[in-house]
C-alpha cells in the first residue's frame, strides 16, 4: 500500500496562490489515479481533484474549476494541486488520496484507500 504525505498548506490572502504537494512512498505509484479531498471545519471531507494514473484526464469539483490544477510527476512520485484565485471558502485541511484500484479514475471517497495525514489551507478574507 502506497504511503501518502502532503506539503505546501498555509495562510494565503483572497485572491491569492498555493501549491500543495503529496509524495507517495512504496507501491506502484504510476498505476492508480491520485485525488485531492478538503474537509472545511464542521463539514464532511468533500471532492476536489483527481487524476488518471497516466495524468492525461482529470476531473475537478464545480466550485474549483478553473482556479484549481491537478498534476502528477511519476518520476518524482509526487502529486501536486496549484490552487489560484483562493476565496475564504476555501478553507479546510486538504487531503491526498491513492486510489485503490489500479487503472481506475476514481472519485468517491470510498474509490480511495491510502490517505495523507492531510495540510491545514486557510484563506483569510
Known amino acids: 500500500q502506497v504511503q501518502l504525505e502532503e506539503s505546501g498548506g498555509g495562510l494565503v490572502q483572497a485572491g491569492g496562490s498555493l501549491r500543495l504537494s503529496c509524495a507517495a512512498s512504496?507501491?506502484?505509484?504510476?498505476?492508480?489515479?491520485m485525488a485531492w479531498f478538503r474537509q472545511a471545519p464542521g463539514k464532511e471531507r468533500e471532492f476536489v481533484a483527481t487524476?488518471?494514473?497516466?495524468?492525461?484526464?482529470?476531473n475537478y469539483a464545480d466550485s474549483v474549476k478553473g482556479r484549481f490544477t491537478i498534476s502528477r510527476d511519476s518520476a518524482k512520485k509526487t502529486v501536486y494541486l496549484q490552487m489560484n484565485s483562493l476565496k475564504p471558502e476555501d478553507t479546510a485541511v486538504y487531503y491526498c488520496?491513492?486510489?485503490?484500484?489500479?487503472?481506475?479514475?476514481?472519485?468517491?471517497?470510498?474509490?480511495?484507500?491510502?490517505w495523507g495525514q492531510g495540510t491545514q489551507v486557510t484563506v483569510s478574507s
Open positions: 512504496g507501491g506502484t505509484f504510476s498505476s492508480y489515479g
Open positions: 488520496a491513492a486510489d485503490k484500484t489500479p487503472y481506475r479514475l476514481g472519485k468517491a471517497e470510498g474509490d480511495f484507500g491510502s
Open positions: 487524476i488518471k494514473w497516466t495524468g492525461g484526464r482529470t
